[in-house]
T-cell receptor, first 115, second 112 residues
Framework: DAGVIQSPRHEVTEMGQEVTLRCKPISGHNSLFWYRQTMMRGLELLIYFNNNVPIDDSGMPEDRFSAKMPNASFSTLKIQPSEPRDSAVYFC?????????????FGDGTRLSIL | SQKIEQNSEALNIQEGKTATLTCNYTNYSPAYLQWYRQDPGRGPVFLLLIRENEKEKRKERLKVTFDTTLKQSLFHITASQPADSATYLCALLSGGSYIPTFGRGTSLIVHP
């Protein structure tokens, strides 16, 4: 089975530009998570969707960040305008909903560098 | 505030020995604890889950313990191999929550 697919794997762009990260969750999973990982802060949850609906976006840093899930097989995380402090690895993960002990399946992340 | 602590220093061990990694937490009453493995440039991969009423869980060469009194989980890899070298993260979940809180991970280096 295909795992969680993220694109692009790497993104380098200049400060102020819009950045869009994409995620395709595992088919049949109805929970989707966006995380950011840095050396300083580790793995931080940004937003959690269940059945395509945002449930918890308390981790979204500020209004420059937005996330959408238009259907069960696709999600985007957008940063506009981007800043150097947004540089990090962004992970998407999916899991089966319905039980609170389900493991998360992660993609291989997007390494984002804002110059 | 809730806090999860994993040793930030890398653990270096010799091949064949048992590696033991620690996950401590405070201000938290998790119902479940998960362990993940992360290789460089890859996302975390789920390894094991243990429930609060379980003392120990095993899977092949892996063993996890969960002590809710000490607020600690230990992750053991027996007969370690260089291929076990990776960063290992613990994650805690409260009952009824779908959102785990991750520790920052401990790097394990197994020397041949």
């Amino acid at each position: 089975d295909a795992g969680v697919i993220q694109s692009p794997r790497h993104e380098v762009t200049e400060m102020g530009q819009e950045v869009t990260l994409r995620c395709k969750p595992i088919s049949g999973h109805n929970s989707l998570f966006w995380y950011r990982q840095t050396m300083m802060r580790g793995l931080e949850l940004l937003i959690y969707f269940n059945n395509n609906v945002p449930i918890d976006d308390s981790g979204m840093p500020e209004d420059r960040f937005s996330a959408k899930m238009p259907n069960a097989s696709f999600s985007t995380l957008k940063i506009q305008p981007s800043e150097p402090r947004d540089s990090a690895v962004y992970f998407c993960a999916s899991s089966l909903g319905g039980q609170d002990n389900q493991p998360q399946h992660f993609g291989d992340g997007t390494r984002l560098s804002i110059l | 505030s809730q806090k999860i602590e994993q040793n930030s220093e890398a653990l270096n061990i010799q091949e064949g020995k048992t590696a033991t990694l620690t996950c401590n937490y405070t201000n938290y009453s998790p119902a479940y604890l998960q362990w993940y493995r992360q290789d460089p440039g890859r996302g975390p991969v789920f390894l094991l889950l243990i429930r609060e009423n379980e003392k120990e869980k095993r899977k092949e060469r892996l063993k996890v313990t969960f002590d809710t009194t000490l607020k600690q989980s230990l992750f053991h890899i027996t007969a370690s191999q260089p291929a076990d070298s990776a960063t290992y993260l613990c994650a805690l979940l409260s009952g009824g929550s779908y959102i785990p809180t991750f520790g920052r991970g401990t790097s394990l280096i197994v020397h041949p």
